[in-house]
């Protein structure tokens, strides 16, 4: 799992093994996070930077009459605030999805990796811009795509996002997330968050079984929702994952 932020960052620049082995210092003190837990808080002043080794986060707001925005999920490898030290107090709130393994790291330590590994540079800023452009095909996903086609999108996303840090298994990933939490993302009530995934699975596009989400399909549900993944900016990633999970082996027998 300490190897998800390296393997990511490969997707975007070739890595040295000096570069490797610096980033491999960032997590020394791995944190154990409960699911539904924030991170950090509207109105905290930010300090460390917070980086996801295992398991979903998510960036969210809560407005005045309850109701809550998921703005972006978090994934292995993920920072969730890589600039946000330089910011006075949080807009937003940071919280897990699901239990989390999480390391916070100084920001100096931060600024001295940077400085001295230029290729981790250029790789962190990749990062920053694919955020930026997550973002902006999530509003884009909202404003302009149909419910079921939304839900759709999403699921490629998290396809491609979890096969670039080996976390896929025969088009399968851990999926932990509530039918309110992917409402709260889309934009969509509980009941039609309900009826899209009928939907799907009446297509024979997905099974959701156990918290493990099964795209059955790639091509057709990619062509059904129009995904293009030229937003991810992984170089090297693969649509079909082949790789021998152990912990989604055992999810699957279970």
Not at 149 to 156: K, M, P, S, T, W
């Amino acid at each position: 799992m300490q190897d998800a932020l390296i393997r990511k960052l490969e997707s975007f620049e070739e890595l040295t093994d000096a570069d490797r082995a610096a980033l491999r210092m960032f997590v020394p003190r791995v944190r154990q996070v409960g699911p539904r837990t924030d991170l950090i808080r509207e109105g905290d002043v930010p300090g460390d930077v917070h980086l996801i080794l295992s398991g979903y986060a998510c960036r969210y707001k809560d407005l005045p009459d309850g109701r809550r925005q998921i703005m972006a999920y978090f994934v292995p490898g993920d920072f969730c605030d890589l600039n946000v030290f330089i910011l006075d107090q949080m807009d937003h709130n940071i919280g897990t999805i699901s239990p989390c393994q999480v390391v916070e790291i100084p920001r100096q330590a931060i600024e001295e990796v940077t400085t001295s590994h230029p290729r981790v540079m250029r790789a962190l800023m990749w990062c920053a811009l694919v955020d930026e452009a997550v973002l902006r095909e999530w509003l884009v996903n909202i404003g302009s795509r149909q419910a079921d086609q939304r839900i759709a999108h999403l699921f490629c996303e998290l396809l491609l996002r979890m096969d670039a840090v080996g976390l896929v298994n025969h088009n399968s990933y851990l999926f932990p997330f509530t039918q309110t939490e992917v409402a709260d993302s889309m934009g969509l009530s509980d009941v039609h968050v309900n009826r899209t995934l009928r939907e799907l699975r009446r297509l024979e596009l997905i099974t959701l079984k156990a918290r493990v989400l099964t795209i059955l399909d790639v091509a057709h549900l990619k062509a059904y929702c129009g995904f293009n993944p030229n937003y991810l900016h992984l170089r090297n990633a693969r649509w079909s994952g082949r790789r021998q999970v152990p912990w989604l082996s055992s999810v699957q027998r279970g």
